[in-house]
């Protein structure tokens, strides 16, 4: 499984690289504000290298509330499955007679016909 990824790693390696070989002479002007901030004749593969790393940033960011969210949610189950384990472990400890009694009891206390 490793040399699949990392095969796919390099093949994605070289089209970025040969990208960036095709593209090196071309450039853009890049307005960020209008009419108060913009850059003339930047590099495409710099705007390409910084587009893809504030993307990076971006995943970085949201990827760690979704992890924060899931652990948050696993910390409630685990508490969740152990109060059910320790009410399943009371549950054992009961005898029948006394699950019995109980019936016995909630038949004869309840309102009469």
Do not use: C, Y
Request: no cysteine; proline share 3%.
């Amino acid at each position: 499984m490793w040399v699949v990824r990392m095969l796919l790693t390099l093949v994605l390696v070289v089209i970025v690289t040969g990208f960036a070989m095709l593209n090196s002479g071309e450039t853009a002007t890049v307005t960020l504000w209008p009419r108060t901030l913009t850059f003339f004749q930047v590099p495409l593969v710099l705007l390409l290298f910084e587009a893809f790393v504030l993307g990076a940033v971006v995943w970085f960011i949201v990827s760690i509330f979704h992890e924060i969210s899931l652990r948050r949610q696993i910390r409630k189950l685990k508490r969740e499955n152990s109060d059910l384990n320790q009410e399943i472990v009371g549950l054992h400890s009961i005898s029948l007679g006394e699950i019995e009694g109980h019936a016995e009891q909630d038949d004869t206390s309840g309102p009469g016909i």
